[in-house]
């Protein structure tokens, strides 16, 4: 069946801080709940931030025992997430050579890493896990996830900081519409929630050290914003051939219909809004959309001020002031590689249900952004195409079309 190149959301699945699954996640976004919590762990008593978005649920708990103990916790929740989204597009039958996975991360596996060099530091080099390899290769996920699902048509892990979930989607738009694969499991996931990890990020004055009311530091786009919050989590999304999933009746939730990656090339930690602008227009000059288009943008907005600022502009220049803007950090925090999936599944939602999450703790917008920014209620509305922007330390730039 012809399908013009066109790529279908099939099935979603995620693991965050408002929720262990993409349906009570998309639910706690709508709710307005946070995930930003005191940290009373031992090990964060003499950290200079003391917050942070932590799961709801230990994915260890999810698997069994024998198994749990092999994976990195960003493998298993990789694994909890990809097959949460493989059940919710059907089990597609699908020869192994036409299945893909492609999964990003910032950071790897940095909790084993570091956990078994403390190992190695006080016990020496015969009490190292024989799994530290395999726990701790930023692959890892994407690898362990194409076993589970049998997928040989390419394990591959994009590496790009804050944008790396989302260029996994955009990686697997590629790959289908390359015709070489007809179903691919795509997304992001990130589990650093570690003394060091919060300590370097403090370090380049990024993280809030705000922490008298947790659920109140995450604020993008409010004058008051102190910096973002740490989180972790994963998303990710089930993409196929048109052709292909329509042959086999399958339920979609809309279309990726294009998208963008672009190199700021300017600088290693500082926002460009020109680099995010260049990647906003490639993505909708792929959609084959103009940006009267879009109705809806889900925003990077971390809560820093100048990234903030950087993206508002781009949105400005690239879209307009016309279209709803959302930013679902203020109740995540900020899941490093696992955001720009899991607000690509936000921006798919919002256009399915017709309806965005308000920015949670925007009391008061600042003054230099001129934009929608859904702000105190839900907004709804019947958008036929949403945008979503996903931007990382080294001049990372991705954007993602979604439309209906």
């Known amino acids: 069946m012809a399908d013009n190149g066109q790529v279908l959301v099939t099935g979603i699945g995620a693991m965050t801080p408002v929720g262990a699954d993409a349906s009570s996640s998309w639910s706690g976004l709508l709710a307005g709940k946070s995930g930003v919590r005191a940290l009373v762990e031992e090990w964060a008593a003499d950290l200079p931030v003391g917050i942070a978005a932590g799961l709801t649920e230990d994915p260890a708990a999810a698997l069994p025992r024998t198994q749990a103990r092999k994976l990195d916790r960003g493998e298993q929740l990789a694994m909890l997430a990809s097959r949460e989204a493989w059940q919710d597009a059907g089990a597609p039958e699908v020869e192994p050579e036409r299945l893909a996975v492609v999964i990003g991360t910032g950071t790897g596996g940095v909790l084993t890493t570091l956990g078994q060099d403390d190992l190695f530091e006080e016990s ?17 996920p994407a690898a362990w996830v194409s076993m589970d699902l049998g997928a040989k048509g390419g ?64 604020r993008p786009f409010d004058v008051a914003r102190s910096g973002f919050v740490m989180g972790e989590g994963a998303g990710i999304m089930v993409l196929e051939r048109a052709g292909f999933a329509r042959a086999r009746g399958a339920t979609t939730y809309g279309t990726l219909a294009g998208s963008a990656v672009s ?36 925003a990077h907005a971390t809560s820093t001020e100048s990234g903030d600022l950087a993206e508002a502009e781009a ?75 996903s931007f990382g330390f080294g001049g990372h730039n991705v954007s993602l079309v979604f439309t209906k």
């Open 263 to 298: 190199s700021s090339a300017n600088h290693i930690t500082a926002s460009d809004a020109a680099g995010q602008v260049h990647a906003i227009e490639l993505a909708l000059r792929d959609a084959d959309l103009t940006p009267q288009d879009i109705g809806h943008v889900h």
């Open 124 to 140: 020496g080099a015969r009490r190292l896990s024989p799994f530290a390899v395999p726990m701790l290769m930023p692959n890892g």
């Open 155 to 218: 394990a591959r892990t994009p590496v790009s900081a804050c944008a790396s979930g989302a260029e996994a989607l955009a990686m697997g738009l590629d790959l289908l519409r390359a015709g070489r694969v007809d179903v691919v499991v795509a997304g992001g996931v990130e589990a650093c929630l570690h003394p060091f990890t919060i300590a370097a990020f403090a370090q380049m004055k990024a993280l809030s050290t705000q922490c008298e009311n947790p659920e109140s530091v995450s």
């Open 315 to 389: 949105i400005g220049r690239a879209v307009g002031t016309h279209a709803s803007v959302t930013a679902t950090k203020s109740m995540t925090g900020h899941m490093l590689g696992a955001s720009g999936a899991v607000g690509a599944m936000a921006a798919l939602l919002a256009l399915k249900d017709g309806v965005a999450p308000a920015v949670r703790n925007l009391d008061e917008l600042d003054p230099r952004i001129d934009l929608d920014v859904v702000q105190g209620e839900n907004r709804t509305g019947e958008w036929n195409a949403s945008l979503a922007n």
